[in-house]
């Protein structure tokens, strides 16, 4: 076991490999070329010197070095390779004798014609002949290794997707003694045929009883798919067959997860929800975002929430100066912090304690670090909790965001980026209302800038999304909690629907719109497809391998206060134009004079600092009209009007 031990450890190491294999490789590729001589000799009936011979073999060796240099068979781990090197072989074979022809003419006469046309067909098929039984062997001898040493009972699998990456990982990483998993082939639909790729054995089904039957034979316990796309496409088909059967479903990690140990292979990552419900990769122009973001001071406010925590990690990708971190979460900010400190430790960023609605700190940060560029995330977001503490919300959302604002204006900020909420769009909760008072205050503020009626540089942008998948305290993970311990899983209403977005995505398009915005924009995000809650409800139990209404109950507990069924991205008066990028557009609102805005929040946020909760939520509404509560206490101030 010891010996097989170090053979295994000898067969990990990339550059022992290398030269290893190139050295063997060699030797049989000389000795191919003197097995060439030998029949030559027999065929033809002729006799050749020791001295012919040498030369021969000198020939031969110089020849195979250039050719497996210039064809590189030799840098591939072997046990990788599969049989996707044999095309490399045959190139290498064949320069090997072309080579081999002109050289063996300068050195020796005792060749003739035939010899030399019979000798190099010899030559080339005997050498890749060789060369490809020994890759052969060697994966053979490698499967073979690795198996005797994991007698310990695996789960079997199947690997459904893009197979040709595929080979290469799993000969290394399933095979490995730490692995958990027996790769039992590979899965396709289709008629049955018989195929191969690599060592493994492709498995065809059409339909729900050939899966199960398939499962059935071979005791397979999960299926792996090899990336997210093929997840999303096979939604309504494979998931479901694994659903039924009760088979796991895991996603291949990347090489970068692999390479930077966040995925163990005893742990592989299961398909979740969100690989269900997210959208093909939003490509953003990458280029032009580092360029307008590289060597920036960039300050980001709620940097431990879900989506400040976003921003800041995708921003670490873009050389910045330096980064600033302010929340007033203390824990989360310690662990945004320890993370960014792993990943990026080349990143220059500074972690800030402090509340937004506080202008004397917020101004000593501008003060201090002199950013050239904010994004805006810290706000309340939670509906019920908002509507219940109205004046928190007015006091955060809005005075906090007014603070910000102006300090940006102050500290000559080049670009303020604000994140809102589709709630903002004709809203009907405290929060969503909430937000729109700082979209007007954020937008007036930007128009009375570019038309010369305030003092200041800041371009302000302001961008729209609905809900994101798995941010804290949103559906998602709370039904995860509820399934974990047994149910029920709870939803408000049976037709309520919402639009969702992946974190990184909706981050990714929070920078895009930062380098498309020029100033005073509100660019609204397209959210897909809106999903009904409860048909949410219903796939994650069944991604559970459970039975909606049997083994886990779905319980409808009614609208929460400012809770609607629909969501709007877009007001009804407002209009969009279309940008560069097709998932972003540009809504057309109305404008509001800056003074105006300014008289009208003054004793709004009086109002709230007061916690004079209905007097607060009566002036939101007179000072946005579109407000109508829902489901809601202050319903009876919309009768009063």
């Known amino acids: 076991m010891k010996i097989n031990y170090l053979l295994l450890r000898l067969t990990r190491e990339k550059y022992i490999n290398r030269w290893v294999i190139l050295l063997i490789d060699l030797f049989l590729s000389v000795f191919s070329t003197i097995t060439s001589l030998a029949l030559i000799s027999y065929i033809l009936d002729c006799d050749y010197s020791n001295q012919v011979v040498f030369r ?24 990788h390779s599969a049989f996707t090197e044999t095309g490399r072989i045959a190139m290498a074979s064949s320069l090997k004798v072309a080579i081999v022809l002109p050289v063996l003419f300068l050195l020796t006469e005792t060749f003739s014609f035939r010899s030399f046309l019979l000798g190099s067909v010899i030559d080339f098929f005997l050498t890749f002949f060789i060369l490809t039984i020994f890759r052969v062997f060697l994966i053979t001898g490698y499967t073979f290794m690795i198996s005797s040493m994991t007698s310990r009972s695996k789960d079997k699998l199947l690997v459904f997707g893009h197979e040709k990456s595929s080979p290469a990982f799993l000969n290394d990483s399933f095979l490995r003694e730490n692995s958990s998993y027996q790769v039992e082939g590979f899965l396709r639909f289709g008629p049955r045929i018989s195929m191969r790729i690599g060592i493994y054995k492709v498995y065809f089904v059409s339909d729900q009883a050939e899966f199960n039957r398939l499962v059935n034979r071979y005791n397979i316990k999960a299926i792996l798919f090899t990336d997210y796309k093929v997840v999303k496409e096979e939604s309504e088909r494979l998931v479901r067959f694994c659903e039924k ?76 100066k330096q980064l600033v971190l302010f929340d007033s979460a203390e824990t989360p900010m310690h662990n945004i912090r320890l993370e960014l400190e792993e990943k990026f430790p080349d990143v220059e960023f500074t972690p800030v304690m402090g509340d937004i609605r506080m202008i004397h700190r917020v101004e000593s940060i501008y003060q201090r670090f002199r950013p050239h560029i904010v994004f805006h995330a810290a ?11 109205p ?21 000559d900020v080049d670009k303020f ?4 909420t589709d709630k903002a769009v004709n809203p009907t909760n405290v929060m969503g209302a909430s937000k729109r008072l700082a979209e007007m205050y954020v937008q007036s503020l930007s128009i009375a800038i570019s038309k010369g009626r305030q003092s200041g540089k800041t371009r302000f942008i302001t961008t729209r999304f609905g809900n994101v998948l798995g941010s804290n305290g949103s559906v998602i993970p709370r039904f995860r909690e509820q399934l974990a311990k047994g149910g029920p899983l709870t939803v408000t209403h049976p037709d309520i629907i919402r639009y969702f977005m992946t974190i990184p995505e909706a981050c990714r398009l929070v920078l895009e719109a930062t ?22 409800a219903r796939r994650m139990i069944e991604l559970a391998g459970l039975i909606p209404g049997e083994d886990i109950e779905i319980k409808y507990t009614g609208l929460r206060p400012g809770e609607k069924l629909y969501e709007e991205l877009l007001a009804t008066k407002e209009n969009t134009l ?23 929040m003054s004793p709004l946020i009086d109002l709230a600092i007061k916690v004079d909760k209905m007097g607060t939520v009566r002036m939101m509404k ?17 009768k009063a009007e």
Do not use: W
């Not at 706000?379 to 503490?389: Q, S």
């Not at 007014?402 to 204006?409: G, I, L």
């Not at 980026?417 to 809102?420: D, E, F, L, N």
């Not at 809504?587 to 509001?592: C, D, I, K, L, P």
């Open 56 to 79: 021969v073999f000198l020939a031969s060796a110089f020849c195979s070095i250039v050719s497996f240099f210039v064809c590189q068979t030799y840098k591939g781990i072997i046990r």
């Open 391 to 411: 004046c928190e919300a007015v006091h955060t959302n809005v005075y906090g965001t007014r603070n910000v604002a102006d300090m940006a204006v102050k500290y």
């Open 417 to 420: 980026i604000m994140v809102s």
């Open 622 to 638: 007179g000072i946005v009209p579109e407000f109508k509560s829902k489901n809601s206490v202050y319903e009876a101030l919309d």
């Open 245 to 320: 059967k009760k088979i796991r479903m895991l996603l291949l990690p990347s090489i970068d997860e692999l390479q930077g140990g966040k995925i163990q292979l005893r742990a592989l990552p299961e398909v979740r929800i969100e690989d269900l419900l997210g959208r093909e990769e939003i490509r953003i122009n990458m280029e032009e975002i580092a360029g307008s973001l590289k060597g920036k001071v960039v300050l980001v406010t709620g940097a431990a929430g879900s989506i400040g925590s976003e921003l800041c990690r995708q921003l670490c990708h873009f050389g910045l």
């Open 578 to 600: 279309p940008t560069e990028n097709e998932k972003i557009y540009r809504a057309q609102v109305r404008e509001y004079d800056y003074e105006d805005i300014c008289t009208l």
């Open 515 to 536: 380098f498309m915005g020029k100033g005073n924009e509100i660019f609204v995000f397209d959210m897909g497809t809106p999903v009904k809650i409860a048909d949410l």
């Open 379 to 389: 706000a309340y977001k939670h509906v019920p909790l908002m509507e219940e503490n």
